[in-house]
């Protein structure tokens, strides 16, 4: 089993809608919680970053963590074609090093 | 201006050969990282060095041997390249002890042919 499962997709909604993207994890030890939005042939770019739960808001962009379901998830209102992109989360347990643990990422298209 | 910055962009290279790819960043952050990502678009951490020493090593085949030179740069030299290692290679930094995020390169998209 791997330590962060997500779906991978693809995901395809029409402009306007109101997306929802989700991960969950087997480590409780996970601390620190992040989206991750990846263009084609582009690195990814950190999109909300949260450490522990609860939820945290950014223009669009809503993040929740739930740490007693071991479950994350990523809300996109008013979804635009510019936000097709793949969604990768990742978290990381803290201390020194850092590691990331990513998902699979979901691909999401967004129709005009 | 670039926050973390590598090259080449695409490598295109034969079985068996040697080839290096180079990183640097110039937000001042403390940590560096090699992450690979295959053919599915799985991320997975290959190397972390945190103000020049090696903090992580992921069971990366010893044909890859990263470099950091100071804080601002690490490369990447891969001997004796394989079909396998063909993949895109994302370099990436963060500063631990303030918080958490890491930001990430553009990528080197490497073709073993």
């Known amino acids: 089993q791997k330590e962060v499962e997500q779906d991978p997709g693809p995901l395809s909604v029409p402009e306007g809608a109101i997306v929802s993207l989700n991960c969950t994890y087997s480590?409780?030890?996970?601390?620190?919680f992040m989206w991750y939005r990846q263009y084609s042939r582009k690195g990814p770019e950190l999109l909300m970053y949260?450490?522990?739960?609860g939820n945290k808001e950014d223009g669009r962009f809503t993040a929740q963590v739930d740490k007693s379901s071991k479950y994350i998830s990523l809300f996109i209102r008013d979804s635009q074609p510019s936000d097709s992109a793949t969604y990768l989360c990742a978290m990381s347990y803290g201390g020194a090093t850092n590691k990331l643990i990513f998902g699979t990422g979901t691909l999401l298209a967004v129709q005009p | 201006d670039t926050a973390v910055s590598q090259t080449p962009k695409y490598l295109v290279t034969q079985m068996g050969n040697d080839k290096s790819i180079k990183c640097e960043q110039n937000?001042?952050?403390?940590?560096m990282y090699w992450y690979k990502q295959d053919s599915k678009k799985f991320l997975k951490i290959m190397f972390s060095?945190?103000?020049?020493?090696?903090?992580i090593n992921e069971t990366v085949p010893n044909r890859f041997s990263p470099k950091s030179p100071d804080k601002a740069h690490l490369n990447l030299h891969i001997n004796s390249l394989e079909l396998g290692d063909s993949a895109v290679y994302f370099c990436?930094?963060?500063?631990?002890?303030?918080?958490?995020?890491?930001?990430f390169g553009q990528g080197t998209r490497l073709t073993v042919v």
């Open positions: 060095y945190n103000n020049k020493e090696l903090i």
């Open positions: 990436a930094s963060s500063q631990v002890r303030r918080d958490r995020k890491a930001f």
């Open positions: 937000l001042g952050h403390d940590t």
């Open positions: 480590n409780s030890a996970f601390q620190y």
């Open positions: 949260t450490y522990s739960s």
